[in-house]
């Protein structure tokens, strides 16, 4: 085994990743893991944008309040007004950096840059590179980090475990190479940008998200999560059960795209007063009712008012792809279903990002600020991971003081695993999760969940007890883990409230408006 030495040591490569990475570059050195291949994670295939208070008709106070709105009762303001305030100078950062934004060319037009609109969202305040926004956002980020003097880039090591020390801080990661050997990377202050825990489905908007590894990580080092049971589901992915997942934006009912059922109905315009354009747990849920009333695998999405020169030009990469497929949208209805797509619970962190476990901070998915709540309104994402990389970044620049405590040395050995196998007990965590833990909910399917989840358990460790032995090893047992928490957070919600419908309590209780708070400590890695 190796040992190295680093500075800030950034775990994921995503647009949270590289932004922290720029932004502490300027007064740290860097160690950047991002991991082949480079279709991992959820950033790349955002298409929609960077929610941001730009246009003159348009008002901080007014992205605030929608936000809430769509949390559903549990955002934490502080770090609504936060994140929305730094919106304007975050996109002239990125600006600054190159991303090829759409211009509005249009003679009317209050604003360069065409702003979009999005579910929960009152004015047009979405700014977009076409419909690819998450892709050029991550190239132009991974140009500027790749010329960065102070920024080391490492692709061959996946991070397994997170160090730490008789004092309980954190002191960076164990990681393995793709030839299995294994590194231990000191480092004085550690960040994690992993991603989310969509993988722990099995239809995802994206083709291969995090399983919550992350989470898992930090909540091994007494970390505390927070909203596990807050899971969102994109309402429109393209259906296609033979082909990988693909996201149609919510820019598409943005732009004016409507929701047909079985019969060809708007089956939203009765639903909500905002129709295709509410909260997208109203729509998710909507859809998923709307399935189970015609016994249909999915509904459709209406585009073709709009005329092909308008979905060409708004829409190039979901008009090439769908064609790719054999489907003209701008002649035929999309077949779409709802997806995992964004947990909105994670690892509670402060503004400066930072953990309850010192020297160790998180950002964007795999954290849980308290901006999203109980359900994230569209694009606020990217705009979270902008806010909080350049606020860590601001407090990383003053150096925390360095921990100095021995290193609790951590018991490896060397195991085979049967790789298939894994595998297999991957697909289970994620038929449970799927058919029990999802849009609609209820005790007794959670009841069942839980139980399934704990004798997978038992069966992976049995399987493989040294979930240090191999990345699919350690990513599966962070998995099962974390699935068995997510229930256990929907079980104790005893009501509905943004993404949790639970049809046993189909309403809010307001002794329950607060965020769920899981105590890790139950989980926390004995050691001397
Ligand atoms: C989309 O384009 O619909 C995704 C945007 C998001 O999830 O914020």
Partial sequence: MSRSHHD??????????LAMALEVASSRSVTLLQPRPDDRGASRWAQGGIAAVLSPQDDADTHVTDTLVAGDGLCDEAAVRFTVEQGPAAIEWLLSLGVPFTADTAPEADFPYHLTREGGHSARRIIHADDATGRALIETLEQHVAQHPAIRVEHELTALDLLRDRAGHCRGAYCIDES???????????????GGASGLYRHTTSPCPASGEGMMMAAELGAELMNLEFQQFHPTCLYDPKGSPF??????????????????????????HRAELAPRDIVARAIDSEMQRSGLDHVWLDICHLGEARIRQHFPTIHAHCASRG???????????????????GIRTDLKGA?????????????????HGANRMASNSLLECL???????YHLATRPPPSQAPLVEPVTGRQDVDVTKLRELRDNVRDIMSSRVAIVRHDQGLG???SALSELETRCMAHCHDTRAHPEASSLR???????????????????????????????????????????SAITKTGS
């Fill in 387 to 393: 806010a909080f990389a350049h606020g860590c970044a």
């Fill in 478 to 520: 962070h998995a099962i883990r974390l699935a068995r928490l997510t229930v256990a957070c929907a079980r104790q919600r005893r009501e509905s409230r943004g993404l949790h419908h639970n049809q046993d309590y189909a309403v809010h209780a307001e002794s329950q408006a607060a965020p769920s708070l899981i105590d890790t």
């Fill in 355 to 371: 953990s309850r476990v010192p020297h160790l901070y998180a950002i964007g998915e795999v954290a849980c600020t308290g901006l």
């Fill in 448 to 450: 069942e969940a839980a």
């Fill in 247 to 272: 996201l149609i934006s919510e820019a598409v009912r943005g732009e004016g795209g409507h929701l047909l059922g079985a019969e060809g109905q708007r089956f939203m315009l009765e639903l909500d």
């Fill in 327 to 345: 489907l003209d949208i701008a002649r035929s209805p999309i077949p779409v279903v709802p997806a995992a797509h964004y947990s909105c619970g």
């Fill in 180 to 194: 299995g050997r294994a590194h231990e990377l000191l480092a004085t202050d550690t960040v994690l940008a992993t």
């Fill in 8 to 17: 800030v040591l950034i775990i994921g490569g995503g647009v949270a990743g």
